[in-house]
């Protein structure tokens, strides 16, 4: 991808390091999340439009958090950044303003730019809704970190915390995605944020909110579906993502196949079978290889938002 000497997001934070002695016992137990009240409406999920950023949805993605929770402790944080000086203190958080060489400051410095390719995508499809896009905060840590959700832990893997409209992200995940996984490549790794973006923008467009309505409501099986639903919208924004930044050559040859190498690594049928296990695709909670790679292509050939509902529509109550 190319990325180097563009614009970089001024939405970059820094989390800072949780002192385990000092933190309270809430901290410490991983994410944990509020539920909405309400029932369950069966038909077509209905998406209120509009500007102002929805404080409502309270519902929890985590991005590859059950292949982390399976594989916890065999992540492994590096060690080789340092920034300068030239950062704003804010609340948990430090503004980041510029990054030195090195191969973390590196891939931090491209998620800067990343997250600004989204935001100027997304701001360009809320206006053809005649709404306005509220941008996330992107939350760089390492090892881990506080978030509205909870402690944000380097073996969860990159998640959105919908409380506080943040991604958070340790980029060491980018080293297990390649080596590990084999979903490697610069735009592999975009596709993770333009990935966690679409639950942000899921949120923007109230679907968080009315999805984690169904908490209370149905099985475990049955919430499983609709899990599986809102994370491949999540898969199909990121290839809406992918069109947009090939329109405007910032894509290298190959790129798009990088996305689809990680959509099929991440699957969660080769979770499972990583993991020693049978597929069952009655505990998906993100989507099997090729519906991920199924979801991505959609996006990137439909690349609207009206179509991202077709996840939805072929849920089978």
């Known amino acids: 991808m190319k990325w180097e000497n563009r614009e970089r997001s001024s939405n970059v934070k820094r989390g800072q390091p949780i002192n385990n002695r000092s933190s309270s016992n809430r901290y410490n137990t991983g994410p944990s999340y509020r539920r909405g009240g309400g029932g369950y409406r069966r038909g077509p999920i209905f998406i209120p439009m509009g500007g102002g950023r929805r404080r409502g949805g309270l519902g929890s993605i985590i991005f590859l958090f059950i292949l982390f929770f399976i594989m916890r402790g065999l992540f492994s944080v590096g060690s080789d950044v340092g920034y300068n000086d030239n950062v704003t203190h804010n609340n948990n958080t430090e503004v980041v303003t510029e990054a030195p ?46 978030s509205a959700c909870g402690v ?68 475990k099986k049955e919430y499983n579906k609709i899990s599986v639903a809102q ?33 099929a690594a991440i699957g969660d049928d080769r979770i499972q079978e990583m993991s020693g296990r049978s597929v069952n695709v009655d505990n998906f909670t993100h989507g099997s290889s090729e519906q991920r790679q199924e979801a991505f292509e959609l996006g990137y050939k439909y690349h609207d938002i009206d179509h991202s509902m077709v996840f939805f529509d072929r849920l089978d109550y």
Not at 192 to 213: C, D, F, P, Y
């Open 101 to 146: 060489a090195g191969s973390r400051a590196r891939l931090e410095d491209f998620m800067a730019v990343v997250l600004k390719d989204t935001e100027d995508v997304w701001h360009e499809k809320f206006a053809e809704q005649g709404a306005t896009y509220n941008e996330p905060d992107l939350i760089l840590f390492q090892g881990n970190t506080r």
């Open 152 to 219: 944000a832990n380097s073996n969860m893997g990159p998640f959105y915390c919908p409380i506080d409209q943040s991604i958070y992200v340790d980029v060491d995940f980018y080293n297990e995605l390649t080596n590990r996984f084999g979903g490697g490549g610069d735009f592999a790794f975009a596709y993770v944020l333009a990935h966690e973006v679409g639950h942000h923008v899921q949120n923007e467009l109230g679907i968080l909110g009315q999805t984690n309505k169904l908490r209370q409501t149905l099985s």
């Open 231 to 263: 994370e491949l919208q999540a898969d199909y924004f990121a290839g809406l993502f992918a069109y947009y930044v090939e329109e405007k050559d910032y894509l290298d040859p190959g790129d798009i196949e990088e996305a689809m190498n990680a959509a």
